[in-house]
């Protein structure tokens, strides 16, 4: 008798082993993403993640690794306007919605832009990026004013503007030539992620994170 139960013992715990396993099969085919589940929808939420990996201070452990590699982007589509190439150094400060000095006390009654992330090199070059992720939301006076108010003359300056589609109306293709603005597409920087991806070692938890938001840029921006 005790050696029947023995058995059906066994047997009870084999097939809780074989649901367990079944069931472990089912978690890891349930596919999800952190960016998901965190409803990042919103132009300032992406601000947010792209000047997280910009910031060579930031906990990412990727120190000015992806900064560089973005400069490099810039400046290769600078180089298509004759502009000299920035350079990287330690003294690179990465700002959120920084807002536009008043240069000119006559046009104080004017809205001060303030942009999605500016890149400071001290007094050497600063870079300001306007990110969209609706085409709806690109505005040609937007564009003049931010340039205008942000550019220095004392320092290099360069304005990039990240949109949904490499097809802009008239105007705004007007008026990104005429204030020399670098275009990139969404597109271009999920190229840029996952190259960067594929080219540095990264930790476990780092590689998650770079692939969920290669995967939700495609399936919200670019894909929607």
Same mark, same amino acid.
């Given at each position: 008798m005790d050696k029947d139960l023995l058995e059906l013992e066994n047997k009870l715990s084999l097939y809780t082993l074989e649901d367990e396993l079944k069931l472990l099969c089912i978690?890891?085919?349930?596919?999800?993403? !952190?960016?998901?589940?965190?409803?990042?929808?919103?132009?300032?939420?992406?601000?947010?993640i792209l000047s997280f990996l910009l910031d060579q201070?930031?906990?990412?452990?990727?120190?000015? /690794?992806?900064? !560089?590699?973005?400069?490099?982007?810039?400046n290769e589509k600078r180089n298509e306007f004759g502009f000299d190439d920035l350079k990287s150094s330690k003294e690179v400060e990465i700002k959120l919605e920084e807002t536009a000095l008043n240069k000119n006390k006559t046009e104080g009654h004017k809205k001060r832009r303030r942009t999605d992330i500016s890149i400071n090199n001290s007094d050497k070059w600063k870079i300001i990026i306007e990110n969209k992720i609706h085409s709806s939301a690109i505005s040609k006076e937007q564009l003049e004013e931010s340039e205008k108010q942000f550019?220095?003359?004392?320092?290099?300056?360069?304005?990039?503007?990240?949109?949904? /589609?490499?097809?802009?109306?008239d105007n705004i293709k007007m008026a990104t030539e005429k204030c020399g603005i670098i275009h990139f597409t969404w597109s271009e920087l999920v190229d840029l992620l996952f190259n960067f991806k594929y080219n540095h070692?990264?930790?476990?938890?780092?590689d998650y994170i770079l692939s969920d938001l290669i995967y939700h840029i495609q399936n919200n921006i670019i894909g929607g």
């Open positions: 978690n890891q085919n349930q596919e999800f993403n !952190i960016f998901d589940i965190m409803h990042i929808n919103q132009e300032v939420q992406f601000s947010y201070y930031e906990s990412h452990g990727l120190k000015d /690794s992806f900064l !560089i590699t973005f400069l490099d982007k810039i550019r220095n003359p004392k320092r290099d300056f360069c304005f990039v503007f990240i949109t949904p /589609s490499s097809n802009l109306k070692s990264l930790d476990s938890k780092m």
